[in-house]
């Protein structure tokens, strides 16, 4: 769960990021709905949509093309990918946010969505078992490991004195 977890991070992080990218205005090329059906043999398990496009900008005399929506690439629902599609059809003027160190990476939506934040909430239980196991083993083989003094009763240390902690049973 955690390789998932920093799986989701990353893309997040990128989007974030972008948020200071420069901006300038382009125009859509071409923009369609991909459909990516999970299938087990010959059965079709689900289908999941998402956005492909590709647009146009300009940066200095420079012209560009780029095809990233966002930096992530989790697949959708249908509805969510042509509500999108439907908004950026060919000939659209857009707003393309570019890195400013390099123009070619760009993207037509940054930011943090909805969906991520649901995706990081669904897999936090996942990962706060996983690290709690990790912390529960990591604790006993230290103490297997390293033997502690005085065969583990804690003690207190003064100037001229040493206390030894002892449980009542």
Same mark, same amino acid.
């Not at 990353?10 to 299938?39: C, D, K, M, W, Y």
């Not at 908004?87 to 909805?114: E, F, M, Q």
């Given at each position: 769960?955690?390789?998932?977890?920093?799986?989701?991070? *990353?893309?997040?992080?990128? =989007?974030?990021?972008?948020?200071?990218?420069?901006?300038?205005?382009?125009?859509?090329?071409?923009?369609?709905?991909?459909?990516?059906?999970?299938?087990?043999? =010959?059965?079709?398990?689900?289908?999941?949509?998402?956005?492909?496009?590709?647009?146009?900008?300009?940066?200095?005399? =420079?012209?560009?093309?780029?095809?990233?929506?966002?930096?992530?690439?989790?697949?959708?629902?249908?509805?969510?990918?042509?509500? *999108? *599609?439907?908004?950026?059809?060919?000939?659209?003027?857009?707003? *393309?946010?570019?890195?400013?160190?390099?123009?070619?990476?760009?993207?037509?939506?940054?930011?943090?969505?909805?969906?991520?934040?649901?995706?990081?909430?669904?897999?936090?239980?996942?990962?706060?078992?996983?690290?709690?196991?990790?912390?529960?083993?990591?604790?006993?083989?230290?103490?297997?490991?390293?033997?502690?003094?005085?065969?583990?009763?804690?003690?207190?240390?003064?100037?001229?004195?040493?206390?030894?902690?002892?449980?009542?049973?």
């Amino acid at each position: 769960t955690l390789f998932f977890f920093f799986f989701l991070i *990353v893309p997040a992080v990128r =989007q974030t990021f972008a948020l200071q990218f420069s901006s300038t205005e382009g125009a859509i090329i071409t923009s369609a709905v991909t459909e990516h059906r999970n299938t087990h043999g =010959q059965e079709v398990l689900g289908t999941t949509y998402g956005v492909k496009v590709s647009y146009s900008y300009s940066v200095g005399d =420079q012209d560009y093309t780029g095809d990233r929506y966002q930096y992530d690439t989790w697949s959708s629902s249908g509805p969510w990918a042509s509500r *999108v *599609v439907n908004a950026l059809p060919p000939g659209t003027k857009v707003r *393309v946010h570019y890195d400013p160190a390099n123009p070619r990476n760009s993207l037509l939506k940054p930011g943090i969505a909805g969906s991520h934040l649901l995706q990081l909430l669904f897999l936090t239980p996942f990962n706060a078992l996983v690290i709690g196991l990790w912390l529960a083993v990591g604790s006993a083989l230290r103490l297997k490991w390293f033997n502690p003094p005085a065969g583990g009763v804690k003690l207190k240390t003064g100037l001229r004195q040493t206390r030894a902690r002892l449980t009542s049973f």
